[in-house]
């Protein structure tokens, strides 16, 4: 049985996407590490860091809906990576999400089912998404 931090889920617990791949990783016997992000913040470090692990830039990582980003003139071209960033710090929403991290890598998981690629195992099946999409069937295998 996998150890509790085995995955770290950085998590917004109103997003469904979100939720999906907490779902689904509990589902395939993992006790992950859940790090509700818009209460504690981020460090520069560790967006870096998540960042530069899973291949993305600020600007890769900006969530644009349902978030302050355009209002902060983020959306723009123009702004520099390190402007996104700062604002990121200052505003954690701002970061898209979930980004979750295990021993196959770092992956920001939208959609959901992209968490799959990053677990040494799969839910058992049928298994489906909030919105009842399905993702495992009965067999066990992956749909789509």
């Not at 692990?53 to 983020?74: H, V």
């Not at 990576?81 to 992956?107: F, K, Q, S, Y």
């Not at 990053?118 to 495992?136: M, N, T, V, W």
Request: proline fraction near 8%.
């Amino acid at each position: 049985m996998a150890e509790v931090r085995d995955v770290v889920i950085h998590h917004n617990p109103d997003c469904g996407t979100s939720r999906n791949v907490v779902a689904l990783v509990e589902a395939a016997g993992y006790r992950p590490t859940i790090v509700d992000y818009l209460r504690t913040g981020w460090t520069e470090p560790q967006l870096l860091g998540l960042f530069a692990a899973a291949g993305l830039t600020p600007r890769a990582a900006l969530r644009t809906t349902k978030s302050p980003a355009a209002e902060l003139g983020l959306t723009d071209p123009s702004v520099e990576d390190a402007v996104i960033l700062a604002a990121m710090l200052e505003h954690p929403v701002l970061v898209n999400r979930p980004i979750v991290c295990t021993a196959r890598g770092v992956r920001l998981c939208r959609p959901s089912e992209t968490v799959l690629d990053l677990l040494d195992r799969l839910p058992p099946g049928p298994f489906a998404k909030e919105d009842g999409s399905l993702l495992i069937d009965a067999t066990g295998c992956r749909v789509g």
